[in-house]
């Protein structure tokens, strides 16, 4: 049995919380195994104020969230604030005695101001990514992915993206079929394509070109395994390379290249986790010309290799 414990905090809104409630707390009587065992915590217990003018009590303080083996913050009062001493204590203890310390969108500031970040990738909401590189100089913000997972510490960023990484700590803990049975119970993707960058604020506009952009695109989906160039997708949109390449940027603040590379590694993680095709048919499989070109941007994308990967997923 693990056991979690998730800090609240005063003027918290539940949603984040929510999360971690919902992945980890809720029983799962579908699975033969034991599920993992929830406490939600406070640095004081008692009343902690909710957005909205409720409050929710706990009994359980920062003893209760230091014990756990999985500790979550799930964000923080003010992210201009220090971390209070005795919760920075209670975050470097446990990761010291070899738990697993997680955060939810501004809760990496309360591990920032652990330390527990220094000399590491991290990420947050993309709002607070320049608020927490200029409080934090040794810790390497990246504001375009949806978690980052170093094993004994993982940081998720905004809201939404705590699902994604609780979902992905299911599929280490317990390997893809129980992650993507939650998935589907939470009616939500098992695995999200992309990273925040998406999200930033952007213009949404109605331009039809746009929408010969989108078709562009599912074409490719529809069609990873062959060559697919940017003159092959101008194509398919009825449009020259050069006005292609101008409103692709504009519409996925990225190229249809990189867009591509993307796609094809996240095509490919179904059948690293799930099956034992050679690494070299994964890359032809998804459209790479080569297992070196594969691996190459594979390692690029995900920060392990193909062959690593499969192992972790496949052993859990």
């Given at each position: 049995?693990?056991?979690?414990?998730?800090?609240?905090?005063?003027?918290?809104?539940?949603?984040?919380?929510?999360?971690?409630?919902?992945?980890?707390?809720?029983?799962?009587?579908?699975?033969?195994?034991?599920?993992?065992?929830?406490?939600?915590?406070?640095?004081?217990?008692?009343?902690?104020?909710?957005?909205?003018?409720?409050?929710?009590?706990?009994?359980?303080?920062?003893?209760?969230?230091?014990?756990?083996?999985?500790?979550?913050?799930?964000?923080?009062?003010?992210?201009?604030?220090?971390?209070?001493?005795?919760?920075?204590?209670?975050?470097?203890?446990?990761?010291?005695?070899?738990?697993?310390?997680?955060?939810?969108?501004?809760?990496?500031?309360?591990?920032?101001?652990?330390?527990?970040?220094?000399?590491?990738?991290?990420?947050?909401?993309?709002?607070?990514?320049?608020?927490?590189?200029r409080r934090f100089p040794a810790v390497e913000v990246d504001a375009d992915v949806l978690?980052?997972?170093?094993?004994?510490?993982?940081?998720?960023?905004?809201?939404?993206?705590?699902?994604?990484?609780?979902?992905?700590?299911?599929?280490?803990?317990?390997?893809?079929?129980?992650?993507?049975?939650?998935?589907?119970?939470?009616?939500?993707?098992?695995h999200r394509d992309g990273g925040q960058a998406q999200f930033v604020e952007a213009p949404?506009?109605?331009?039809?070109?746009?929408?010969?952009?989108?078709?562009?695109?599912?074409?490719?989906?529809?069609?990873?395994?062959?060559?697919?160039?940017?003159?092959?997708?101008?194509?398919?949109?009825?449009?020259?390379?050069?006005?292609?390449?101008?409103?692709?940027?504009?519409?996925?603040?990225?190229?249809?290249?990189?867009?591509?590379?993307?796609?094809?590694?996240?095509?490919?993680?179904?059948?690293?986790?799930?099956?034992?095709?050679?690494?070299?048919?994964?890359?032809?499989?998804?459209?790479?010309?080569?297992?070196?070109?594969?691996?190459?941007?594979?390692?690029?994308?995900?920060?392990?290799?193909?062959?690593?990967?499969?192992?972790?997923?496949?052993?859990?």
């Open positions: 049995m693990r056991s979690v414990a998730v800090l609240a905090y005063d003027g918290m809104s539940v949603f984040e919380t929510g999360i971690v409630t919902e992945v980890f707390g809720l029983p799962r009587p579908e699975f033969d195994f034991p599920w993992y065992e929830l406490t939600i915590c406070a640095e004081t217990p008692g009343p902690v104020r909710l957005v909205g003018g409720a409050s929710l009590h706990t009994d359980r303080g920062l003893d209760v969230f230091a014990a756990a083996d999985t500790l979550i913050v799930p964000g923080v009062p003010d992210v201009r604030r220090e971390t209070s001493p005795a919760l920075a204590a209670t975050l470097r203890s446990a990761h010291a005695r070899g738990a697993r310390v997680m955060s939810i969108c501004s809760g990496a500031f309360a591990l920032a101001g652990a330390g527990l970040l220094d000399g590491r990738r991290a990420t947050t909401h993309w709002r607070y990514a320049d608020v927490l590189r978690y980052i997972d170093h094993g004994d510490v993982l940081t998720s960023a905004g809201s939404a993206a705590g699902l994604d990484l609780c979902l992905h700590v299911i599929r280490r803990d317990h390997g893809p079929t129980v992650a993507n049975t939650v998935a589907r119970r939470l009616v939500v993707q098992p949404v506009t109605g331009d039809p070109e746009d929408a010969r952009v989108a078709r562009s695109m599912d074409w490719a989906l529809g069609n990873l395994a062959a060559p697919i160039t940017v003159a092959l997708l101008a194509r398919q949109a009825h449009m020259s390379s050069r006005t292609y390449l101008r409103h692709f940027q504009r519409a996925t603040g990225t190229s249809p290249i990189r867009w591509l590379i993307d796609k094809r590694v996240q095509a490919s993680l179904p059948l690293l986790e799930t099956t034992r095709t050679p690494i070299e048919e994964v890359a032809t499989t998804v459209g790479f010309e080569t297992a070196v070109t594969f691996r190459h941007h594979f390692t690029q994308t995900m920060r392990t290799s193909p062959s690593a990967y499969r192992r972790a997923f496949q052993t859990a």
